[in-house]
């Protein structure tokens, strides 16, 4: 059974637990590393008006994964997942399913009510794909050759007043 804690607020270590998760998952090329470390230090700087919003989850006081959205600037109840990482020690146990849901009842108490996520195409990020299905995204564009020669930008959105 997870036991997990969720916190919004940011610490200053939480830039190298990020990072360290970011890089652990293998998914994530230096520059991607760098921009989710970004985004962290953005949140402590400017605090809710950077538009990054944080959910941690812990268990025992060890992160084990989080996410990192906002409102999609200029839009009408539209949120942005920006990231969902997951420590790979802690790969299929719900975690992300758990965290997720989470961030979603974050987003409706906000007025949130689609969030969108964004992924790509190559096949190391089929896991990616399928887990946004799971948990009722559908996918909503294709951009193609958007990261590289034949790796698109994958868009999806989940409808969070159904």
């Not at 989080?66 to 802690?90: K, M, Q, S």
């Not at 009722?136 to 958007?146: I, K, M, V």
Request: one cysteine or more; aromatic letters at 12%; proline letters at 4%.
């Amino acid at each position: 059974m997870v036991e997990l804690t969720f916190r919004e607020l940011v610490h200053s270590d939480d830039i190298t637990t990020v990072g360290a998760i970011l890089s652990a998952t293998g998914f994530f090329n230096r520059e991607e590393q760098e921009v989710g470390i970004s985004l962290v230090e953005e949140h402590l700087h400017k605090g809710t008006a950077s538009g990054y919003l944080f959910l941690f989850a812990e268990e025992r006081d060890k992160i084990q994964g989080y996410t990192c959205y906002g409102p999609i600037p200029g839009t009408l109840n539209g949120f942005d997942l920006y990231w969902i990482a997951v420590e790979p020690t802690c790969w299929h146990r719900g975690i992300g399913r758990i965290l997720l849901a989470e961030t979603e009842k974050r987003v409706l108490a906000l007025g949130g009510l689609r969030l969108y996520a964004e992924t790509a195409s190559n096949p190391q990020y089929k896991p990616t794909r399928d887990f946004y299905e799971r948990n009722g995204f559908s996918l909503e564009g294709r951009l193609a050759d958007y990261y590289a020669p034949h790796d698109d930008k994958m868009l999806y959105v989940k409808h969070l007043n159904t």
